[in-house]
């Protein structure tokens, strides 16, 4: 079973930004789409954007344009989502997903990452 | 934006029943929609893409039907195992939506 593996807890102020990584060990970038899903504290999944790992193209949700920015590392297999000039109700876990075979269902979930926005 | 409305927004049922979930999309989405499971404190897992494919490794029990606006999401006989929330996905649009998600709770 595929494993996405993502980087640990992160508390920060508001007005700063976190980068959040995501690392299938051992993988080997296919093509298939990552994509980043957020879901604050007791709430249901917003879906913030995806990232190609082959050609660095990236798609982001209007709500996040211009405060997230996806990257990857392809010598390590790695994603990267970085959001800038956090709020409070940016707090929430963030997860990487993985499609399936092409099509845009996440087969593939990385653990979550808890973002905590606090003066 | 699509939006997708999950109802019952929660449900309460028993070891052996059946449950049935529903998703409505605002537009026609054809059988672009998946299904998942959450359990507190972890990831969701993928139940039932192209509104009908159960994934694999996920059991028989879960079967999911619908195109267009309208699908369905049924546990056959509940296990205590499936006692989770439940969310649904467009696919057919970006940006991607989930339904508010389904609470299935023991009875």
Redesign the interface.
Known sequence: QEQLVQSGAEVKKPGASVKVSCQTPGYTFTGHFFHWVRQAPGQGLEWMGWINPNSGGTNYAQNFQGRVTMTRDTTIGAVYMELSSLKSDDTAVYYCAREKEGEPFFAFWGQGTLVTVSS | DIQMTQSPSSVSASVGDRVTITCRASQGISS?L?W?QQKPGQ????LI??ATSL?SGVPSRFSGSGSGTDFTLTISSLQPEDFATY?C?Q?NR????????TRLEIK
Request: no cysteine; proline share 10%.
């Open positions: 672009w998946a998942y990831a969701p897992k993928l893409y192209a994934q969310y996905q696919a970006f940006p991607i939506t989930f339904g508010q998600g």
